[in-house]
């Protein structure tokens, strides 16, 4: 995968992400379980697709591959303070 190539992909995350972060929004403010369940499940697939791509990238050489590390550890850091909001919104703990 080229860099041309490579950079779909990853604007194809990018949207995604914010996507899911505006569902994340949405069910914390109002608490709906279809948006939770959009919100975890797009958060997961970033994460895996995003190491996945990286991963493949990295095998060919590619430049993107430290981008899309990056990427996947920044939507982590966003997915766990969203479980804790979670958590903290079903007083899971408290």
């Known amino acids: 995968m080229d860099s041309r190539n490579g950079l779909i992909p990853f604007g194809l995350l990018i ?14 403010s109002i ?4 948006y ?10 970033c994460i895996v697709a995003s190491l996945l791509l990286g991963l493949f990238a990295r ?5 993107l591959s430290v981008y899309y590390s990056i990427y996947a550890l920044l939507v ?3 997915f ?15």
Do not use: H
């Open 15 to 28: 949207v995604l992400f914010a996507f899911t972060f505006v569902y994340c929004l949405d069910s914390l």
């Open 31 to 34: 608490p709906n379980m279809t």
């Open 36 to 45: 939770l369940t959009l919100a975890v499940i797009g958060y997961v697939v």
């Open 59 to 63: 095998q060919e050489g590619g430049a």
């Open 76 to 78: 982590s850091i966003v």
């Open 80 to 94: 766990v303070w969203y479980l804790t909001r979670i958590g903290t919104f079903v007083k899971l703990w408290t």
